[in-house]
């Protein structure tokens, strides 16, 4: 077949595609043509002229002679030995966000010499961030990310189709996306400063959930100005510690009543159950925790604080298996809110601190799981809205969340208000959002 023949058959094809599928067009769109065509090949040549000295002056650079000559028959010279060798550097390879390189160490070496020299990576190829895994023994992969990807406000609904139980809230700091899965994680401490971006990120998580068979149940003592904008999509919303101490303790019986329930189906959790007989989850979303915890002096508010302590860490400690789940926002987290805060941060699987204005805050919400984190977790600024280090287990990473709107979130909960499970345990002055 002559070449023109083939061009020509390959440009029809082309046409064709780019007409009957627009999706094409925004995925040409997407792709980051800049980085391809002009900043990987530049960093790649800076890599690589560079890569000897860098080793050198982090002493990576090894030398395989000796480190002492016998001179003159009886005379032992010691010292560095000159001419020393760079660890292999492999091919450099582009990605999405940066670019990875496969290192071979020399014996001797380990992944942590690496790990302490990243630093100096960074600087020398100037790009935002290198991270450093070992998936084969005797090699290192250096990803390095070019541009800090939170940098940017994100915004715009996720386009994608969720699992139940789990929420596309952002993004991570290496590109990939921020999910949350309570199904993995049944409990969630959300920490941050006033204004460093807890609300939204619970509007997010909300926004995200809506669409789910999901009942999501608010506690919002500063007046319910944030979760109240969720209005008919909550299946009840508490806007003060009476209401809260009311609705913790309907709750406590609906896990009583779902123990039972498995109990007799002889099932461990609602996820054995048969699929006609489960319980919907229920996502119990509290914003600004210590208004339930800190006391006025009065003997009300002391019994309602003990209550709702209480129910807290119950449900913290049963819920997961009965397909009770807690979000808990607050600016601190600690044992200044009583011994019950401690004992239900314990039971908080899932750690998510924001920018916070002192060491204890960050420690707090990420100290016992991941020590690392809380240096990550100070260096966020007060600029950098929605910004957070996230830890699982020992874990973590740095993460932006979506923007939610106030619109937004009222949108969400007129298209979804349908879906509104309702549980009849709670009194009616607590259901519907707290519209009666
Ligand atoms: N992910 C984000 N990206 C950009 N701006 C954000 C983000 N999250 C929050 N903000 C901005 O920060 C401000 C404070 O956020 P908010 O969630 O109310 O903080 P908090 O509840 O911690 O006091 C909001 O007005 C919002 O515009
Ligand atoms: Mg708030």
């Keep these: 077949m002559p070449w023109e023949l083939v061009v020509w058959l390959l440009s029809v094809a082309l046409c064709l595609a780019l007409i009957f599928q627009p999706h094409w067009q925004t995925r040409l769109d997407a792709v980051p043509w800049r980085w391809y065509l002009i900043g990987y090949p530049i960093t790649a040549i800076r890599m690589t002229l560079t890569w000897r000295r860098l080793c050198q002056n982090t002493e990576l650079a090894v030398s395989r002679r000796p480190n002492h000559v016998l001179l003159g028959g009886d005379l032992l010279v010691k010292g560095s030995a000159l001419r020393p060798v760079a660890p292999k550097l492999g091919p450099i390879r582009p990605t999405r966000t940066g670019l990875t390189a496969s290192i071979r160490l020399h014996p001797g070496q380990t992944p942590l010499h690496m790990l302490a020299a990243a630093e100096a990576f960074t600087h020398a190829w100037r790009v935002h961030s290198v991270r450093v895994t070992s998936p084969v023994r005797g090699r290192v992969l250096v990803i390095a990310t070019a541009r800090d990807p939170l940098g940017k406000p994100l915004g715009g609904t996720p386009a994608h189709r969720p699992r139940l139980l789990t929420a596309l809230v952002g993004r991570t700091g290496d590109g990939a996306d921020w999910v949350i899965n309570f199904r993995r994680v049944p409990h969630w401490l959300v920490v941050g400063a006033t204004r460093s971006g807890k609300s939204n990120w619970l509007a997010t998580l909300v926004r995200e959930l ?160 991941s020590p690392d984190a809380v240096a990550a977790a100070q260096m966020i600024t007060e600029s950098e809205r929605g910004v957070a280090v996230t830890a699982v287990g020992g874990r973590w990473v740095r993460a932006r969340s979506v923007i939610t709107t106030p619109r937004e979130a009222r949108e969400c909960a007129r298209e979804h208000a349908h879906r509104t499970p309702p549980l009849p345990l709670m009194g009616p002055s607590l259901t519907n959002g707290g519209a009666g």
């Excluded at 979760?227 to 999509?233: A, C, E, V």
């Excluded at 925790?289 to 302590?309: F, M, W």
């Excluded at 607050?330 to 899932?350: I, M, V, Y």
């Design 210 to 369: 809506s669409p789910q068979h999901v009942a999501l149940v608010g506690i919002d003592c500063k007046g319910g100005l944030e979760l109240s904008l969720f209005g008919k999509r909550l299946s009840a919303l508490a806007t003060n510690r009476s209401d809260a101490a009311r609705l913790l303790s309907a709750l406590l019986h609906e896990a009583a009543e779902r123990m039972r329930q498995c109990r007799a189906d002889g099932a461990r959790s609602i996820w054995d159950l048969d699929d006609a007989a489960r319980p919907v989850p229920i996502v119990v979303l509290v914003d600004e925790v210590a208004e339930l915890y800190l006391i006025d002096g009065t003997r009300n508010a002391k019994q309602e604080a003990a209550e709702c302590s209480a129910a807290l860490l119950r449900l913290g400690q049963l819920g997961a298996a009965l397909g009770i789940h807690l979000v808990i926002s607050a600016q601190r987290f600690g044992s200044e809110l009583g011994s019950g805060a401690t004992a239900l941060r314990a039971q908080l699987g899932g750690r998510i601190c924001h920018c916070v204005h002192d060491k204890t805050s960050a420690e707090m919400a990420l100290g016992d799981l």
